[in-house]
Structures are given as structure tokens and as C-alpha cells.
């Protein structure tokens, strides 16, 4: 959806390095996520927000970390890139039922 | 290349055919249902959602089907098109508790031919 857009696209990067993803949405939702997409798993969620001071953890956030700038900016970040993060990063909006998901970010963790 | 599918359960069907992706949810408590599609080097897309008090509910080409009995979903697509090949993937979410979550499932890849 042309209304979330995250940046990078595509990132390799060194193990022990820190990485930031953006995402960005002007959809007007108070609700953003993130998930990781491996191969031949679904979507799982790393963080969610509900608004600017409502921060919350997924099902696998060690290792991550995040910030929620403005109502329009989520961002995700790894402290310390290992290499079992290598997936896919989506970030995703919501107004309340249907999530509407950015075009995502490559990671390669070497 | 795009990696995201790779070991998926595949469906293969020619093109104009009715294509069926199933799908088994795990928690009983979870009250709304969605079926995303993912092509390649995209994020998933929405197609279509359903409320538990429903068992069934038709879109454009597309219908979802509910079994709460035995926790499936299905999503039928008619008359298949090449520009419906991708990764479904459906998901669900308990509202129970004012929050919007959701669970994947790790997706079903349709090929359609020629």
C-alpha cells in the first residue's frame, strides 16, 4: 500500500552492527506494527503501538527495539545485528480491524 | 529473488479454474478472520475479512468460508487468474480485550497456468 512506505528497501549489514528501519504511513492510523517474515513462516509480530505513548511488545522482540516519533513514524531498530535476523521487515498500520502493510525491507546480516 | 514462500504447501490450478485455500486457526477465542495476499516483492495485500457471527461472505471473485466446529477457513477463488498466483496467507485475531492483533498462518503459494 502506497501509504506506508519504509525505508530502506534493502540493507546488508555486519553482525554487531546497529541498524535502524523506518516506516512512515499517512493513512491517519493510530496503530502501527512491525513484524519479520521468514521463509516459510507468516508474519510475526515484533512490536505495536497504539499511539505515541503506547509502546508494546510482540511475540518476538529481544533484540529489537523501537520508536514511535510522530503518530506517522514507527521505527524499528537492532542494537546489535546478528545473523538470524536476516528476514524480511514489514510494517504495518491499522484502523482498528485491517492492517495495511508497507512494501518491507530486505535485511542481510553477514 | 524473493525468498518469502520457499517450503510453502503449494496449490496448482489452471487458469480459469475455481482455486480453494484452507486454512486452520488455533485459537478458539479468536472472533475476526482475514485472508492476505503476497506477491512477490510485496507486502501482503488485503482481500478479505469475516466476523465470527458469520459463516460465510463473498467479495469480487473471492468468497471466505467459516467452520468454527473445527476451526477452518477457507478462502475460494473463481474462475483463477495468472495475476493470482502469490502467497495467501490467512490470519486471526481476538478483539476480545479492545486490541486488533493478528495471527498468521505460514501461507499457502497458488500457481496458476496457462
Known amino acids: 500500500d502506497a501509504d506506508v512506505t519504509q525505508t530502506p528497501r534493502n540493507r546488508i549489514t555486519k553482525t554487531g552492527k546497529r541498524i535502524m528501519l523506518e516506516c512512515s504511513q499517512t493513512k491517519g492510523h493510530d496503530r502501527m506494527y512491525w513484524y519479520r517474515q521468514d521463509p516459510g513462516l507468516g508474519l510475526r509480530l515484533i512490536y505495536y503501538?497504539?499511539?505515541?505513548?503506547?509502546?508494546n511488545k510482540g511475540e518476538i522482540s529481544d533484540g529489537y527495539s523501537v520508536s514511535r516519533q510522530a503518530q506517522a513514524k514507527f521505527s524499528l531498530s537492532l542494537e546489535s545485528a546478528i545473523p538470524n535476523q536476516t528476514a524480511l521487515y514489514f510494517c504495518?498500520?491499522?484502523?482498528?480491524?485491517?492492517?495495511?502493510f508497507g512494501p518491507g525491507t530486505r535485511l542481510t546480516v553477514t | 529473488g524473493e525468498s518469502v514462500g520457499l517450503h510453502l504447501p503449494t496449490l496448482s490450478v489452471q487458469e480459469g479454474d475455481n482455486s480453494i485455500i484452507n486454512c486452520a486457526y488455533s485459537?478458539?477465542?479468536?472472533?475476526?478472520f482475514i485472508w492476505y495476499k503476497q506477491e512477490s516483492g510485496k507486502g501482503p495485500q488485503f482481500i478479505i475479512d469475516i466476523r465470527s457471527n458469520m459463516d460465510k461472505r463473498q467479495g469480487q471473485r473471492v468468497t471466505v468460508l467459516l467452520n468454527k466446529t473445527v476451526k477452518h477457513l477457507s478462502l475460494q477463488i473463481a474462475a483463477t487468474q495468472p495475476g493470482d498466483s502469490a502467497v495467501y496467507f490467512c490470519?486471526?485475531?481476538?478483539?476480545?480485550?479492545?486490541?486488533?492483533?493478528?495471527?498468521f498462518g505460514a501461507g499457502t503459494r497458488l500457481a496458476v497456468h496457462p
Open positions: 503501538s497504539f499511539d505515541v505513548k503506547d509502546i
Open positions: 485459537n478458539s477465542a479468536s472472533d475476526y
Open positions: 490470519a486471526e485475531s481476538p478483539l476480545s480485550g479492545g486490541y486488533n492483533k493478528l495471527i
Open positions: 504495518a498500520t491499522s484502523d482498528g480491524q485491517k492492517q495495511y
